[in-house]
Structure formats: structure tokens, C-alpha cells
């Protein structure tokens, strides 16, 4: 899943010390979230059916969400996800794949869990990653992308 934070992570637990920590931005991997992949998302709601995708998500409980997307790339627990339209910053909590083609996830259902203001995943030096393309090109095969982002 990465290196390991040489600033803040505990050297026993495993477990990050510093939630606030600017080295990996409480995820506890060495230069913590991947660079940002632009991500529609698709609002799960009751009553009249929407079409099509949306930049943004919303649902009556703001601060927790269920958001259905095509899986890819790989979307995993604890991935952050930033809404283009207001900027708030939500963590991704359980996934569920509904869609398997030939055993590869094509389609997921997250729980987003919105993170508060206090939160290092609002600074400035997430955002500017956020904002940042992938240094390296993805080529467009799924492989490329299993293995820059596995979840494991
Ligand atoms: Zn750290």
C-alpha cells in the first residue's frame, strides 16, 4: 500500500500519531493520498430518479453519503474524494461492488463520510495534489491502474 510514514507512525502499533501530520497527511503512508483522478459519481436517492452523472453528491444527510460510480480506477476504504463544486473532502467508507464483468468490479457503491473542516485533508498541500495530474500517464489499460492503485 506504500511506504510507511517515517515522521509519525508508531513504531509498535503501526497506527499514526499525528492526524495532522504533514508528511502524510494522517494516512499514515509515506506522502499520503494518491494524486487526484477526476471521479463522477452518481447520487443513490429515493423518490424521482435523476439521470445521468453529477460533479457533486447530494443526499439528505450531508455529512454521510452513498454514491454510486463506475470502479476505476480501484477505489478503495479511506481514498478521499473531493467534491469539485463545494470543495468539501469526504472519506470513503465501506465499498461494495454491485458489478462484476468477468470478475473485474466495473461498478461500486461507497459510503461517503464528509471530514470536518478541521481536518489536514482541507490544506492546502492536499489540495494542490488534488488538483495535480498523475506525473506518469495512465496508458488506459485496466492493469496500469491495478497496479498504481491495489488496495492492498
Ligand atoms: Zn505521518
Redesign the pocket.
Known amino acids: 500500500m506504500g511506504v510507511p510514514?517515517?515522521?509519525?507512525?508508531d513504531h509498535d502499533t503501526r497506527e499514526?500519531?499525528?492526524g495532522m501530520?504533514?508528511?502524510?497527511?494522517?494516512?499514515?503512508?509515506?506522502g499520503?493520498y494518491y494524486f487526484g483522478i477526476p471521479m463522477k459519481v452518481l447520487l443513490q436517492q429515493e423518490g424521482p430518479r435523476k439521470k445521468g452523472v453529477s460533479p457533486d453528491i447530494g443526499t439528505t444527510d450531508p455529512r454521510r453519503r452513498t454514491v454510486r460510480s463506475v470502479h476505476y480506477p480501484m477505489i478503495c476504504s479511506k481514498d478521499l474524494w473531493i467534491s469539485a463544486r463545494s470543495a468539501d473532502r469526504y472519506e470513503i467508507g465501506v465499498v461494495n461492488i454491485v458489478t462484476f464483468v468477468r470478475e473485474t468490479p466495473v461498478v461500486g457503491v461507497y459510503e461517503f463520510k464528509m471530514l470536518p473542516r478541521t481536518s489536514i485533508a482541507y490544506s492546502d498541500q492536499v489540495s494542490a495534489k488534488a488538483v495535480t495530474l498523475p506525473v506518469e500517464q495512465p496508458t488506459g489499460t485496466e492493469h496500469t491502474w491495478h497496479g498504481k492503485l491495489d488496495c492492498d
Open positions: 510514514c517515517p515522521r509519525c507512525l499514526v500519531s499525528d501530520c504533514p508528511q502524510c497527511f494522517g494516512t499514515s503512508i509515506d499520503g
